[in-house]
C-alpha cells in the first residue's frame, strides 16, 4: 500500500509542482551521527531552487525518521553528517521500499560518514554496490552545467570530488556525494565563511539534483 501511494503520488509531481504542495526531508538516523548537522542547508537550496527554477517547494523543511512511515510523504529526501550511522533492519527494509517506490535520497559526506554510510547502503541494497556517475550523466547537465562534476566546496584529504549513484530498474535512486562537503556550501554564508562563487557553485549543484530528480519522475 504504502509503495502505492507513494508511486501515484509522483506521478502527479508535475501538478503538485503548481500548487506547492510537496516537501523536502532531512534524514535523522540512529548510531550517533550528527544527522542534524547543516540545518540551514536544506532550507537554502529550497529558496535557490524556487527562485532560480522557478519551483514552488514548501520552505518548510522536515525531519524524518529512516524507519517511519512519514517517509514516503516526501519526494526528495536529504542526509548528513559526520560520524556513525545504524540503519536496523526494518529501517533499511523501510528505505528500500521508498526508493523503489519513486523516491530518492541525496547524501552528502560531511566529511567522516563514509566509513559508517557504506555498509549500511549495502543493508538497504545487498545486491548492489555504489557506481561512480561519469561526468556526462544528465545530474551534471541540467539547468547548470558542471563538465567536470562535483565542485570542491572544502577541502579536507586532498581527494578528487566524486559523486556515487544506486539504481532501480534503471532509475537513479540515491544519490552520494563524497569529498565535496556540498551541502556545506548550501548553509547560511557566515556560517562557514564560504565565499559567494563558491556558495552559489554548491547551490547550483544542489539545483541540479532537485532538477534532475523531478525531471526523471515527470517521464516516469
Not at 128 to 138: A, D, G, I, R, S
Amino acid at each position: 500500500m504504502r509503495y502505492f501511494l507513494l508511486l501515484l503520488g509522483f506521478l502527479t509531481l508535475s501538478a503538485h509542482a503548481q500548487k506547492g504542495s510537496y516537501q523536502f526531508a532531512v534524514l535523522k538516523y540512529k548510531g550517533g551521527g550528527d544527522w542534524y548537522s547543516d540545518p540551514t542547508a536544506v532550507p537554502n537550496l529550497v529558496k535557490f531552487c524556487n527562485e532560480e527554477l522557478g519551483m514552488h517547494v514548501n520552505e518548510d523543511v522536515a525531519v524524518v525518521e529512516v524507519g517511519s512511515p512519514d517517509l514516503f510523504n516526501y519526494p526528495f529526501v536529504h542526509m548528513t553528517g559526520h560520524g556513525n550511522v545504524v540503519f536496523s533492519a526494518s529501517e533499511a527494509e523501510n528505505l528500500r521500499t521508498y526508493l523503489e517506490g519513486g523516491g530518492f535520497l541525496h547524501i552528502d559526506d560531511n566529511y567522516g560518514m563514509d566509513p559508517f554510510i557504506r555498509p549500511q547502503l549495502e543493508r538497504v541494497f545487498p545486491d548492489q554496490k555504489l557506481v561512480e556517475l561519469p561526468f556526462n550523466h544528465p545530474i551534471y547537465n541540467q539547468r547548470f552545467h558542471f563538465p567536470d562534476g562535483l565542485p570542491k566546496i572544502h577541502e579536507h584529504d586532498g581527494k578528487p570530488p566524486q559523486g556515487f549513484g544506486l539504481f532501480h530498474d534503471g532509475r537513479l535512486v540515491l544519490y552520494y556525494t563524497y569529498e565535496t562537503d556540498l551541502s556545506d556550501g548550501w548553509e547560511d554564508t557566515e556560517v562557514h565563511g564560504n565565499t559567494e562563487e563558491t556558495r552559489r557553485k554548491a547551490l547550483k549543484m544542489g539545483a541540479n539534483i532537485v532538477q534532475y530528480v523531478f525531471n526523471e519522475a515527470s517521464l516516469n
